[in-house]
């Protein structure tokens, strides 16, 4: 595919984000921009709702063309894909497939830098048996494969890794950290959430069995919709416990006599889809499959770089590795007062935020050079708040 030069990218959707008008908005990492595209996607389903009382045949087609949508973003199968409310329910029924208790595999091992989520509900498993061993950063904040092997052995079920931290932006050697996990008879799962939508994702040549993400960030939609992608080899042998009637090989049987799961990812759904987030969900997604995650990631990786010198300049702690390869979307600064530093940006409406006193700065499709420039002006007057 033809990549774009980062300018491009930013001038042509640019005026799909009011945003824009007022505010120079890189906070993708917490929520991605509204656009108008995804608005009318609400305002159709309202529209509908109206007109019509439940429209079931029109909300099961969208979240056809939802999972489609996944799919493709991820380089997958529709019947590898749940559609599910979020990234922890997607996991919960993940985890409730696999059997602890009684069995020589009771080991998850997770990477310190997960989300809290996927830390809470590995530990959630102890009360079935589970054991859970956490992966350490180095000193300079990366998690090496290496870091893995030392700890994933025959005992383990499950290797856990965040495909970019959340916290740092360290983004991890997930293909690798699979390989490793195969080679010592887990599964492995990658949560992506900060990862797709801005960085090109090929779920089969990473190799993972599980892989998480959701709509709110660089999906550019909204709370309560995100997916689930089990490998097509991996889905027989997890059964999940963790269940609901959209996840029964025939939903409309209403069956109460026995459990029989879909055959294919469906079988991780639960209850009635999160229709108005699906209708946000597949507008928000298509100004991402229209520009193309590669030109996206390329993009991002062009912004980042010019941040990152501009940083280095002004002698600041930065947090994110320099090397392309080692980075996506989010660049962390560390900060002695990251509250006041977060406020003192905003009241010029520069829109940050912060975790574990790092700033993070999140770079999408619609960030441009200017908006990198003007953060940098804005960041030499406010380093006294670096540390
Ligand atoms: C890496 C990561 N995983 C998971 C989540 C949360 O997912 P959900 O709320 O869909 O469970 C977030 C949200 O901030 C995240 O950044």
């Not at 990218?9 to 824009?20: D, M, Q, T």
Request: glycine content about 8%; hydrophobic content about 45%.
């Amino acid at each position: 595919m033809e990549v774009a030069p980062a300018p491009l990218v930013a001038s042509r959707f640019r005026e799909e984000f009011p945003i824009f008008e007022h505010t120079t908005y890189l906070n993708s990492c917490s929520q991605g921009a509204l656009s108008p595209r995804v608005r009318r996607a609400y305002q159709e389903y309202l529209e509908g709702w109206d007109a019509n009382g439940a429209e079931w045949g029109h909300w099961v087609e969208r979240a056809e063309a939802m999972r489609a949508v996944f799919a493709r973003l991820l380089h997958a199968s529709t019947h590898e894909i749940a559609v599910v409310t979020s990234v922890s329910q997607a996991v919960s029924a993940v985890l409730s497939a696999i059997r602890f208790e009684g069995t020589d595999r009771r080991r998850i091992v997770i990477s310190e830098h997960e989300f809290p989520s996927i830390g809470q509900i590995a530990h959630a498993q102890e009360l079935r048996g589970a054991e859970v061993i956490h992966v350490l950063p180095e000193r300079d904040g990366s998690i090496p494969p290496e870091k893995f092997a030392e700890v994933v052995d025959e005992r383990t079920a499950l290797v856990c890794c965040t495909t970019v931290s959340y916290r740092t932006g360290h983004r991890h050697d997930i293909g690798e950290i699979a390989r490793i996990a195969h080679e010592r008879g887990a599964l492995c799962l990658a949560d992506s959430y900060q990862a797709v939508g801005a960085v090109d994702i090929d779920a089969h040549a990473l190799g993972v069995d599980v892989l998480a993400g959701g709509t709110v960030k660089y999906l550019l939609a909204s709370a309560g919709l995100a997916f689930l992608y089990v490998r097509g080899d991996a889905l027989e042998r997890l059964v999940p416990t963790q269940t609901g009637w959209f996840a029964d090989a025939d939903i409309f049987e209403m069956d109460i006599s026995d459990y029989s799961p879909a055959a294919d990812a469906r079988r991780f759904e639960a209850g009635t889809p999160p229709v108005p987030n699906i209708y946000a969900g597949v507008a928000g997604a298509s100004m991402i499959e229209e520009v193309g995650t590669p030109a996206i990631e390329r993009h991002v990786e062009l912004l980042g770089t010019r941040l990152l010198d501009g940083l280095e300049a002004l002698g600041a702690p930065v947090v994110t590795p320099r090397e392309p390869d080692q980075r996506g979307p989010l660049i962390c600064v560390r900060s002695s007062d990251v509250d006041a530093l977060v406020a003192a940006l905003a009241a010029e409406r520069i829109v940050v935020s912060s975790r574990d006193g790092n700033l993070r700065v999140a770079l999408h499709l619609y960030n441009s050079e200017e908006d990198i420039d003007t953060l940098l002006v804005a960041l030499s007057r406010h380093r006294a708040l670096f540390g």
